[in-house]
C-alpha cells in the first residue's frame, strides 16, 4: 500500500501561478511513476502529467504543455506539479496517483484531492 497526500491547492486570478505537492508513504521502493490527474464537475478525471522514477522522464497533457511542469524530489518521495499561466479551464480537484505494478504505469492509489480554482 502507498498513502498520498496533496496538497498547495487555492484559489488564483487567470494568468497566476500554484504549486502542488504530494507526499508518498508506504511501500515507496516499488513505485514505477507518479503523476497529477484532474476532475472538472461533470466531467470525467483526465491525467495531467507523469514522471517515470527510474530516469525522470516526464510526459504532459496537450492542454497544459509549456505551461505546467512536473517534478520530484527523490529524497523525499514527493512530486510536485508547478503550474503558471494559469487558466479557468484548469479548475477541477487535481489528485496525486501511483500504481502497484513495478515495470509499467499503473494508478492504483489516489490522494484525497485538493481543489484548484481559477477565476477569469
Known amino acids: 500500500q502507498v498513502q498520498l497526500v496533496e496538497s498547495g491547492g487555492g484559489l488564483v486570478q487567470a494568468g497566476g501561478s500554484l504549486r502542488l505537492s504530494c507526499a508518498a508513504s508506504?511501500?515507496?521502493?516499488?513505485?514505477?511513476?507518479m503523476g497529477w490527474f484532474r476532475q472538472a464537475p461533470g466531467k470525467e478525471r483526465e491525467i495531467v502529467a507523469a514522471i517515470r522514477w527510474s530516469d525522470d522522464n516526464t510526459s504532459y497533457a496537450d492542454s497544459v504543455k509549456g505551461r505546467f511542469t512536473i517534478s520530484r524530489d527523490n529524497a523525499k518521495v514527493t512530486i510536485y506539479l508547478q503550474m503558471n499561466s494559469l487558466k479557468p479551464e484548469d479548475t477541477a480537484v487535481y489528485y496525486c496517483s501511483t500504481g502497484a505494478r513495478k515495470t509499467y504505469y499503473s494508478w492504483d492509489y489516489w490522494g484525497q484531492g485538493t481543489q484548484v480554482t481559477v477565476s477569469s
Open positions: 508506504g511501500r515507496t521502493a516499488s513505485i514505477y511513476a
